[in-house]
C-alpha cells in the first residue's frame, strides 16, 4: 500500500517536511485548492525542494482554466519535475464555480470528459482540433484557428475527484487514477461498482488505476482515545454536509445517500441550515469519522489500512494535523504500518 500525503506549501517549514517526507519513502505530496492559494503555484515550491517524491494536485478545479491552459500548465509542472508530476481534478460545485469563478456549472461530467481529451490532444502535441459539445476548439464562427501546441510532447497522469456514478463511470473509462473522497471501505460497491463499468467500456481492468483514498490520520495511545477521535472527526462533517453545496446539489449528500446515510444527512444539513451549527456537528453520525479516517492506536489503523487494500485502494492520501515535526511522525508510523500492506 502506497502512502501519499498533503502538503500546504505556504506553511513555515514546507520544504524541510517535503525533504523529510521523501527521505521516509512516501509516494507523493499533494496540493489543495479550494478558493484561496492555487495549487499548481505551490506545487512548483515542492518540486524545487525534491528530486525524486511524485506530486499531484487535490485537486484542481474544472472550469477554472481553460483546458488548454490547464494542459500546457501541467506539462510545465511535468517538465519542471523531471516527470514526476500527476494531475488531480474536479468538477467543484455550482456555489464555488458560479460565485467564484464566474463560470456556468453546466454538464460537469462532460466537460470533465473533454478537458481530458484536449489535454492529452495537447500532452501528444496534436494540433488543436476539438469538435466537442462544452469545448468545441476553434471556436465555431470565430475567427480562431487550430494551433499546435508549442510544448515537447509528453505523458501526464490524470487523477479525478469523482463521487457521482456518471462521473466515476467517466473516471474508469478515461483516467489513470480515482482520488475517492469519502470512501469507506464497507461500501466500497457503491464507488467502485460504476468505476468497473466505465473500464469496462475501454476494455480494461480497474486494477489499471491508481485508486487514492485520502484519509485523516491520527494515532492514539489507546481505544478510548481512538473514539474520542472517531467523534472529533464525525463533528468535522457538518460543514461538508450542511454548506458543501446549494440547496439542490452536494454531491457529499447524495455520496453519503447512496452509503446508507441519507436520514442523518437530512437531520445535519436541516439543522446547519437552521444556524444550528453544534446541534448539526453532534447530528453527524459517530462511525462517519471511524470509518473514513484512520484514528486510533497503531493496531486498530493497521487493520483498517487490511480493509482498505482488500477494497482495492492502492494509496492512502493522508490528512494531518497539528505541528510539522508531530505530522512527520504520524507519517512514518504510518508508512511503516502500510509498507506490507495490499498492492503497491
Known sequence: MRVAALIDPHRRGAADFAREAERL???????????????????????????????????????????????????????????????????????VMEGWHGVRFDRPVQATRETIEIIRMVSRGDTLDHPGQVYPLPLPDSQGRALRPMVEAATVAIYVAAMGPANLSLTGEVADGWLANLFIPESAEVFLEPLRQGAALAGRDLAELDLVAPVGVEVTVDDAAGAEAARRHARGYAFTIGAMGSGSTNFYNNALTRMGYGPAVDEVERLWRAGRRDEAADAVPVDLGQLTNLVGTEAAIAARIEQYARAGITTLLAKLDGALDVQLGTLATLVDLAADTGPA
Not at 485537486?59 to 523531471?82: D, H, I, K, Y
Open 25 to 95: 519513502g512516501v509516494d507523493s505530496l499533494w496540493v489543495p485548492e479550494v478558493w484561496g492559494y492555487d495549487a499548481l503555484t505551490g506545487l512548483a515550491h515542492v518540486a524545487a525542494h525534491t528530486t525524486t517524491i511524485g506530486l499531484g494536485t487535490f485537486v484542481v478545479q474544472l472550469g477554472s482554466r481553460s483546458p488548454a491552459l490547464l494542459a500546457t500548465s501541467a506539462l510545465s509542472l511535468q517538465s519542471l519535475s523531471g516527470g514526476r508530476f500527476r494531475l488531480g481534478v474536479g468538477v467543484s460545485g455550482p456555489q
